[in-house]
């Protein structure tokens, strides 16, 4: 059985008449003979609605406990067993009673509908997840119960069930929605004119977006190409000129006067990428189209009329609006133009508008000499062959006589070698200048501008027509061959940003410098500000040179967002480098955000790290500290107590327990501070020249006489340590050997260097640790095994391993040969002396036993 069909009847507001639609559908299936049961439909008390509820088949609730109450909920798993042909699901964005299956109603839906079963359900416009922020800005409340916008596109029918707020309020005053004494409150709140109102335009948007949807949906199925005026629908066309501004502003000024008006602005781009347009008009113009409500779409098409209107039809446009053309009267006699051919070829369903604007008439202007992209030098050359060449050949060819016709093929030559150097303008005039040789040396009668041979009239104008095609082929080949490279390298800037963004490499400074780098600039500079006004204030840099405050000081600049600008000083950007540099800006504010991101990431990681902390210790209070407290407390009530004549034996053992509870009290509220300091960076260690001999000694206070054996040898160099740490790290490391070593077995504590370092290991034979297990048992509060509570809160190896890496070194855990742990210990050997020798301890006995 394939997936099943969702209905949805959705309101503006509660008491619209949802649930009451919904079950009058149902009496209707039931009449037709659809299996069609009640779920779970809430009257609400509502009289009307709870008649309708009688003679359909309710599908019992389920009954959970929660805080201490009973509550009802829908129980899917009966609905599943009884399996109808259609289930009636109240209110789709409920929350379910904690305890359900699902969290939300909707996944409910969803189970039903996987399983084959049709759901009719209802919801209110301001449920919907992404209209919660204009909800509440709408009604000052915010709703929890939410349901996502994709479950309810998703639905196979969607039914407005639409009233007036006048109506809706009359409902509420005669106590058909809320109770009576709940009337006043709410006409005064949330069923205000103003609020219904507003509620009900988002829910008919809302429908019509959706209807709209569907309608482009049917048409593209059916491959419908007729353009149907269901809403009014405005083709901006934009050439990137400044008068674009003006025609977005006027097709905004025609959407307004028609109800449901929509604004498309469109820019057609050439397939090869190669255009006079302003990236930076383009993008004022894409802001402003969005700050209007519009859209802005790029298009790329050689034929900009076609594409144009295939654009406006695949839209389903109803107009088109263009700016008078820019060309002079002289530029007409090339072709119509756009906006007369668009006129001419846009048919009766759409409707074209020609806006006049002060740049009409004026010109699109000459673009920049061409021959200047090849490079000053060339260009020199050039015109240096395409001048001078001719000359040259000419005293050469009156040494010797070639024939006419080789003498022309010498001249062809020196012009297809000034359009290589130097373009199109350097050939003309070698082709021009040739000819004049030709005609004066070499062509009957000699040193005159008259030819007397119509044959080499003839000639001399072929060589003419060749000289000026050949030049023209060699210019625009030498030019794609420029481009061609250009464009290669532009691809593999572009590819190497969108490498970065997939692996989310490059730092922001990185990337400031790979923009400086690229186009030879002083500086780059990401600005930022928050508002419109707001200053700006550099986010990240890159470059020796000074940086810009603002954008328009710098020699460049690209918008990189609604608040961000990539700034650049150096030199002033051709139009074609502005492409790379816009997508690099674009880069750059996703690095921006991905870093701010990455921050606050790290923030909610350190709080909820710290929150993890706080909960242990707090447990360890509630437990480990209360213990050794109760201990001390009863012995101290029992030594006060006037009931009991105790002996010197038993006064000496209550005050051995309070002795021992004393003691491990001092040791978890040092491990517990210790704990703090660290996770608070405020351990600041003191590195002095360290006796080891003199440091571990001490360490081995804490732990029963015979328990430890300790090895350090005479020729151990001193370590560059903080003593009162190391003896703290040393102190936790040895007493927790201690406690899961056997008795027979006392503990090795062995020191030994190795290079720049000194290492000390302290060896038990105990149970030991896995591998899996050895990194985990150095984070705060754990307990390795089945620890007993009261055995300390967790933190002593959490402690020592704090305090080793703040003084530069290391712990770690390792197998014992044999069985059991080894802790090993690492820090720093002290600096080597002037005379190239380590400072050594003094030579003295070696010590064996604690």
């Excluded at 263009?322 to 409707?351: H, I, K, N």
């Excluded at 921006?592 to 902390?613: F, K, P, V």
Aim: hydrophobic share 45%; proline share 5%; glycine share 10%.
């Amino acid at each position: 059985m394939g997936r099943g069909r969702l209905r949805i009847y959705l309101g503006a507001a509660p008491g619209v008449g949802k649930t009451y639609a919904m079950l009058s559908e149902a009496h209707r299936r039931v009449e037709r003979g659809t299996d069609c049961v009640v779920a779970l439909v809430e009257h609400h008390e509502r009289p009307r609605t709870e008649v309708l509820l009688h003679g359909l088949e309710q599908v019992p609730r389920k009954e959970l406990r929660h805080r201490g109450g009973v509550f009802t909920d829908m129980d899917v798993d009966a609905v599943l067993a009884r399996r109808p042909r259609v289930a009636l699901v109240d209110e789709l964005a409920h929350t379910n009673v904690p305890g359900s299956r699902n969290t939300k109603r909707w996944q409910d839906v969803e189970e039903l509908l996987d399983a084959g079963i049709d759901v009719i359900s209802t919801v209110d416009i301001q449920h919907l997840e992404s209209l919660g922020d204009v909800v509440e800005s709408i009604t000052g409340v915010r709703q929890r119960e939410t349901v996502p916008d994709e479950i309810v596109r998703r639905a196979d029918q969607i039914e407005l069930v639409d009233m007036s707020p006048q109506a809706l309020r009359r409902r509420m005053a005669h106590g058909n929605i809320h109770r009576p004494d709940k009337v006043d409150a709410a006409l005064s709140d949330y069923f205000r004119p103003g609020n219904l109102t507003a509620l009900r335009e988002l829910a008919l948007l809302w429908v019509a977006d959706r209807a709209d949807e569907y309608l482009q949906q049917y048409r593209s199925e059916h491959r419908v190409s007729k353009i149907w005026g269901s809403r009014e629908r405005i083709v901006v066309g934009l050439t990137g000129g400044p008068e674009g501004r003006t025609l977005i502003r006027r097709a905004a000024r025609l959407a307004e006067k028609g109800a449901g008006g929509e604004v498309l602005a469109v820019y057609v781009a050439r397939s090869d990428g190669l255009t006079a347009a302003s990236p930076k008009e383009l993008a004022v113009q894409r802001t402003l189209v969005e700050d209007l409500g519009g859209t802005f779409h790029h298009v790329i098409g050689d034929d900009v009329p076609a594409a144009l209107l295939d654009f406006a039809r695949g839209a389903n446009a109803t107009q088109i609006v263009l700016g008078s053309s820019r060309r002079r009267a002289w530029q007409y006699v090339l072709g119509p133009g756009v906006g007369a051919t668009v006129v001419r070829e846009s048919g009766p369903d759409l409707d074209v508008h020609i806006v006049t604007h002060e740049e009409a008439a004026k010109g699109r202007g000459l673009p920049v000499a061409r021959g200047a992209r090849l490079g000053r030098a060339r260009i020199v050359w050039g015109w240096a062959v395409g001048l001078a060449g001719p000359v040259v050949l000419a005293l050469l060819l009156n040494t010797v006589d070639l024939g006419l016709a080789n003498d022309m093929l010498l001249f062809l030559t020196v012009v297809v070698a000034a359009a290589l150097l130097g373009g199109l303008l350097p050939a003309l005039a070698s082709a021009a200048l040739g000819t004049l040789l030709l005609n004066y040396f070499y062509t009957p009668p000699l040193h005159r501008f008259t030819i007397a041979d119509p044959k080499n009239i003839v000639a001399i104008t072929v060589f003419t027509g060749v000289g000026v095609s050949v030049a023209s082929v060699v210019d625009l080949a030498a030019r794609r061959t420029q481009q061609a490279a250009r464009l290669r390298a532009e691809a593999e800037i572009l590819s190497f940003l969108a490498g970065n963004v997939l692996r989310g490499e490059t730092g922001l400074e990185e990337l400031l410098e790979r923009v400086r780098e690229t186009f030879g600039m002083d500086t780059a500079a990401l600005l930022e500000r928050d508002g419109d006004r707001a200053p700006w204030t550099c986010v990240g840099r890159a470059g020796p040179g000074p940086g810009v405050e603002r954008p328009e000081d710098a020699d460049v600049d690209v918008p990189a967002g609604d608040r961000l600008a990539l700034a650049l000083t150096g030199r002033v950007l051709p139009a074609e480098d502005r492409r790379v540099l816009a997508a690099f800006a674009a880069q750059a504010a996703v690095v921006l955000d991905r870093r701010r991101l990455q921050e606050e990431a790290d923030r909610a990681r350190a709080l909820a790290e710290g929150n993890r902390i706080r909960t242990a210790l707090l447990a360890a209070v509630s437990h480990d500290l209360r213990t050794p407290l109760a201990g001390i407390k009863a012995s101290v009530s029992s030594l006060r107590s006037d009931d009991v004549d105790w002996s010197e034996e038993d006064r000496a053992e209550l005050l051995a327990g309070i002795e021992d509870g004393a003691d491990r009290l001092d040791h978890l509220v040092g491990n517990l501070l210790d704990m703090s300091r660290l996770q608070t960076g405020t351990v600041t260690p003191i590195i002095r020249e360290t006796d080891l001999d003199e440091v571990v000694p001490m360490a081995l206070g804490g732990v029963p006489e015979g328990s430890v054996v300790l090895d350090v040898p005479e020729s151990l160099p001193m370590a560059a340590v903080d003593a009162g740490l190391l003896e703290r790290a040393v102190a936790n490391l040895v007493e927790n050997a201690v406690k899961y070593s056997p008795d027979a077995a006392p503990v090795l504590v062995a020191a030994s260097a190795l290079a720049d370092r000194v290492e000390l290991r302290i060896v038990d034979r105990g149970p030991g640790v896995p591998d899996e297990a050895k990194e985990r048992i150095f984070a705060p509060f754990q307990r390795y095994g089945d620890a007993p509570r009261g055995a300390g809160v967790g933190l002593g190896l959490a402690v020592a391993r704090g305090f080793a890496e703040a003084m530069s070194g290391s712990l770690a855990a390792e197998d014992t040969p044999g069985g059991g742990l080894t802790m090993v210990l690492t820090v720093p050997a002290a600096a080597v002396n002037a005379a190239g020798l380590q400072p050594v301890r003094p030579v003295g006995p070696e010590r064996r036993a604690s």
